[in-house]
């Protein structure tokens, strides 16, 4: 008979017994066996502050083509990209799209001599890739990355006395609860699918509705000073803002916008096709997993204890935490939840005040 408690078990579980399972590490094995991929996603996700490391269009390409002086001392890459991985996935970053496609595009129209058709796509070709890379080639990557896993050598002195009846919520891709600790596999919901799957299948992408997410960037930025309709140029002259981001996303009438040039025009709007394209096709369905996991949370309305290890309790999974606490009796559960930091105990008194619920916070 299985037990009345249900464990949450969270990427700080395999770290804890020495796993190097964090996204950071994810970056250092791609930068080792795709480098394109992790570049790609350095230089077009997240906000502007990456772009500033780079003087000139040239250096940009030069890191696309893995020049590791030019992009490995960026802290911010560091410190907040790839340390929120699943909320920059939801970041791929149209400014910097459009206006690398628009430094590469020919400056010269169509009826030129000069004009290439090879200069012209270019630019929206590698541009294409690069998005496919972060939404078909990542996931691949990433599937292969979690075959490395393990645990470090030691790690039995600091394995924890886990309840071999209870049921298993598991949001690692890794097997080590079956592996290592001899939890039965009818007892672990292996939420966004397990290391046994096949390539590519694992759920990685982000949480957010794009057509809600394009509604709030647009509304966001459509204020900033370079995408108002006139700009001044250096000698203090209005001029038609000629941006491409400006001319894709905030300009009213595209029959009269400053284009220059029509190329401009018809490279927009493949680029743009490109990239909201990604915000859909990388979105996490996560009403559509809980459905297919439908039954193991009904098996929770017994529950009476929730122990969560290593889990961030991050705003990408909070709907899982909705569904969980639909299917249980909230005043009839003890709660208990590990922390690592100061950082996770201020998210546990946030996720406690969200839930109404308390619980006991232990150290991991």
């Known amino acids: 008979m299985l037990s ?19 996204y950071w590490a994810f970056r250092q094995y791609l930068l080792r066996c795709a480098p394109e991929v992790a ?22 390409e030069q890191c696309l083509l893995y020049n590791p002086k030019n992009y490995h001392n960026n802290n911010w890459t560091v410190d907040h990209l790839w340390a929120d991985f699943e909320r920059y996935l939801a970041e791929l970053n149209r400014e910097k799209v459009m ?12 009826d030129d001599d000069r004009f290439s058709y090879a200069e012209y796509f270019l630019p929206i070709d590698r541009i294409r890739e690069q998005i496919y890379f972060t939404t078909f080639e990542m ?31 598991n949001f ?19 939420i966004h699918g397990s290391r046994r799957d096949k390539y590519g299948s694992l759920v990685l992408g982000h949480s957010v509705n794009p057509e809600l997410a394009y509604e709030k960037w647009i509304h966001k930025n ?50 743009q096709e490109a990239i909201e394209g990604y915000y859909e096709n990388s979105m996490k369905r996560t009403h559509s997993i809980i459905e297919h996991h439908q039954s193991f949370f009904n098996s929770l309305k017994d529950v009476k204890k929730i122990v969560i290890l290593g889990h961030s309790l991050s705003e990408v999974d909070m709907p899982y935490f909705d569904k969980i606490a639909d299917s ?36 991991l």
């Not at 570049?39 to 250096?59: A, H, I, K």
């Not at 292969?144 to 393990?150: A, E, G, P, V």
Request: proline share 4%; glycine share 4%; with cysteine.
């Open 4 to 22: 009345q408690t249900l464990y949450i078990i969270g990427n700080g579980f395999d770290q804890y017994h020495g796993a190097q399972s964090s």
């Open 172 to 190: 690692n891709y890794t097997l080590f609860l079956e592996s290592e600790y001899h939890i039965p596999r009818e007892q672990i919901c292996y």
């Open 99 to 110: 206006t690398l496609v628009d430094w590469y595009l020919p400056k010269i129209d169509e």
């Open 39 to 60: 570049m790609s996603f350095d230089l077009y996700w997240g906000p502007r502050t990456l772009w500033n490391s780079f003087e000139r269009p040239q250096d940009i």
């Open 328 to 363: 249980i009796m909230k005043d009839r559960v003890e709660w208990e939840i590990s922390y690592h930091t100061q950082e996770d105990i201020n998210r546990i008194h946030h996720f406690c005040k969200r839930y109404g619920v308390s619980a006991q916070p232990t150290l």
């Open 222 to 271: 459509q204020n900033q000073r370079r995408f108002r309709p006139h700009l001044k140029d250096k000698k203090g002259r209005w001029y038609a803002n000629d941006r491409l981001t400006y001319l894709s996303y905030f300009l009213e009438d595209e029959t009269k916008g400053n284009w220059r040039l029509p190329i401009r025009f018809y490279a927009q709007e493949a680029v």
């Open 139 to 169: 996931r691949y990557r990433f599937h292969k990355w979690i075959n490395t896993l393990h645990y470090e050598h030691g790690f039995r002195k600091k394995m924890l006395p886990l309840d071999h009846k209870a049921l298993y919520l």
